[in-house]
């Protein structure tokens, strides 16, 4: 699945602890010599982001003391990938490597004997994932100016590529529709999306081969640009707009302005395209796979959820990531209803702060000021202590402390507030960059 905002990749060790759910990097040592031959693996290293694959960081040190940085992918212990799931994947990023597209080259791969879970092995890519750091930091001024028309020509080389005939060919809205009467249609907003997204379909077009979760988070990028496009789990065949409307999704703007991954436009995206050899794309056909792809993004957030409260997975990653469905209610009514939107945000109410003043019955400190105190001491005593998977998760747990001391600040919502209303309220407070920016760009 892909990953949440803001939830990127972060460089850096940990080690096992009991309970902590995270293997010994020992247990991985053995397998991975295995398959590599006679070499000596260092600095084994679990890395942070992703809420459905582990990603672990090695060096292979061969005999004379050459060394190799690899990165190890698999399937979280317990929660195995879809079937076949590893034969596309490994398909997909060997044509892409034998075409000279910018990926890691995939030494081997497993189907889980030794590792326990399926996974597989890639030669290191240096440069940076965070999106944060490659939308403000100055060391990527110039990836900046750059990463629009690469971004484009990747898609369109990529898109000519034959796609494997095993590929499947899914109908996305069916997909969505599906999944979305699997867990009791619970969104009107979503259902609205649907209405709108089958009543205005664009033209059937070839299907091509597709990366699947085409986005600023699954690249690696240096101070000039694209070095790699990570994280082929989900390619599959379709209509080549897919993967550009991805990456036009709000949520993958990390809260930059621009359209295209915070980056540019979506007139440059597509000329950037089209001057590679992609389709002749229009606006219209890009805004409807957007649209569907943040309701996607969505299901996809209900998914994660829907794991944690089961107790299938239990993890703050994945709660938080549930908690991000009404961001996506948002972005779809941004996009489909932008007047009755704006009318809604500027009705929100204002947090007046009544919940961290008031000390009954309790006394002080309130829920909302001990809540504060938890979220003081993991930005501030855990985070600088930490790296890796450990210090991720303390930013995610802080950030989910967060929403909950602003929703019981806001207070419930009076019965008769419309839903339009009712959204436009919970994001005022929760996430106020969707409304000081303005009307979806």
Same mark, same amino acid.
């Given at each position: ?107 081997? =791969? ?77 969104? +009107? ?58 990456? =036009? ?96 945000? +500027? ?25 504060? +105190? ?68």
């Amino acid at each position: 699945m892909p990953q949440t905002p803001d939830q990127d990749r972060l460089p850096g060790g940990n080690a096992a602890s009991p309970g902590s759910g995270i293997p010994d990097a020992t247990e991985l040592a053995r397998p991975l010599r295995h398959w590599l031959g006679p070499v000596t693996v260092q600095a084994l290293t679990r890395l942070s982001g992703g809420a459905s694959k582990e990603t672990w960081s090695f060096d292979a040190v061969a005999g004379d003391g050459s060394r190799t940085g690899l990165i190890l992918r698999r399937d979280p212990p317990g929660r195995p990938g879809e079937p076949g799931a590893l034969d596309r994947e490994a398909a997909a990023i060997g044509l892409a490597h034998q075409a000279g597209l910018p990926v890691p080259e995939m030494l081997c =791969c497993s189907r889980g004997p030794g590792l326990g879970t399926a996974g597989m092995v890639l030669r290191r890519v240096d440069g940076e994932t965070i999106a944060r750091r490659i939308l403000r930091d100055p060391q990527y001024a110039t990836a900046r100016r750059v990463l629009v028309g690469e971004l484009g020509e990747f898609a369109a080389r990529l898109h000519a590529l034959p796609a494997p005939a095993f590929l499947p060919e899914p109908d996305p809205l069916a997909s969505l529709r599906e999944q979305l009467e699997s867990f009791g249609r619970p969104s +009107a907003v979503f259902d609205l999306a649907l209405a709108e997204l089958d009543r205005n379909r664009p033209p059937a077009r070839e299907p091509v081969l597709l990366h699947g979760d085409f986005r600023l988070g699954n690249l690696i990028v240096g101070p000039e640009g694209l070095r790699a496009v990570l994280d082929w789990e989900l390619t599959h065949a379709g209509n080549p707009a897919e993967d550009l409307g991805w990456l =036009c999704v709000k949520a993958w703007r990390f809260g930059a302005g621009q359209p295209v991954a915070g980056l540019g436009s979506r007139e440059e995206l597509l000329a950037a395209y089209a001057a590679a050899g992609g389709a002749d794309l229009s606006l219209e056909e890009l805004r409807w796979w957007e649209v569907l792809g943040t309701l996607r993004w969505g299901v996809i957030c209900l998914a994660q959820a829907a794991a944690h409260l089961s107790g299938a997975h239990r993890s703050v990653e994945l709660a938080a990531i549930g908690r991000r469905v009404c961001e996506q209610e948002w972005d779809l009514l941004l996009l489909l209803q932008p007047a009755a939107a704006a009318a809604a945000a +500027a009705r929100r109410p204002r947090p007046s702060g009544a919940a961290a003043a008031a000390p009954a019955p309790y006394g002080r400190p309130t829920a909302s000021e001990l809540l504060e +105190a938890v979220r003081e001491y993991l930005l501030d005593g855990v985070l600088p202590v930490t790296t890796g998977q450990v210090a991720f998760h303390a930013r995610v747990a802080a950030g989910a402390l967060a929403v909950v001391a602003r929703e019981l600040e806001l207070g419930p919502f009076p019965a008769e507030t419309g839903l339009a209303d009712a959204v436009a309220a919970r994001l005022a407070v929760a996430n106020p960059k969707y409304f000081d920016a303005g009307p979806a760009s």
